[in-house]
C-alpha cells in the first residue's frame, strides 16, 4: 500500500490508486490520518472532509464484541479499574484499506474503527452542532 497512519506526524497518501483494492466512496476513503497519542485522531477523507475524534470518545466507541458486551451491560468501555489514566494511543496500524486499529496504553488492541463508521459519526456530529 506503501502508506501507513504515523504517530505524531503527518503521513499523506501517495500511491493509493495503485494500492487501493475496490473503489470506494470518496467520503470514506482517508487520505491522511493523524493520530495524536494523547489528543486524538485525525482524518481527512477524500472529499476534503476533516473529521477529529477526541481519544476518550473513540474509545468509548470502540467496535470490539469486549466493549460492546460491556455497553450493553450499562458499562464503560474505559475506564477500567486498571487503566492508566490519562488514555493514551500507543500505536495505530491501518486494517486492510477500511479501517484504523490502534492500540491503547492499557494494551486493549481489539477494536478496529471502520472508516466509513468514524465519518458516519463525524457527519452525525456536526447534524448536532448546525441544529
Ligand atoms: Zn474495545
Known amino acids: 500500500m506503501g502508506w501507513e497512519p504515523e504517530i505524531g506526524g503527518r503521513v499523506v497518501a501517495g500511491d493509493r490508486i495503485d494500492g487501493r483494492i475496490m473503489p470506494v466512496d470518496d467520503r470514506f476513503e482517508p487520505i491522511d490520518i493523524h493520530v495524536k497519542r494523547t489528543e486524538g485522531v485525525t ?11 477526541n481519544l476518550v470518545a473513540l474509545r468509548l466507541r470502540c467496535p470490539c464484541a469486549e466493549c460492546q458486551a460491556l455497553r450493553q451491560r450499562g458499562e464503560d468501555g474505559w475506564p477500567r479499574p486498571s487503566s492508566p489514566i490519562p488514555l493514551e494511543i500507543t500505536t495505530a496500524e491501518m486494517h486492510g484499506a477500511w479501517g484504523l486499529s490502534p492500540t491503547w496504553n492499557d494494551g486493549h488492541a481489539t477494536g478496529v474503527f471502520p472508516f466509513e463508521l468514524l465519518r458516519q459519526w463525524a457527519d452525525d456530529e456536526g447534524e448536532r452542532q448546525d441544529r
Open 43 to 53: 482524518i481527512t477523507f477524500a472529499d476534503d472532509f476533516v473529521a477529529e475524534f
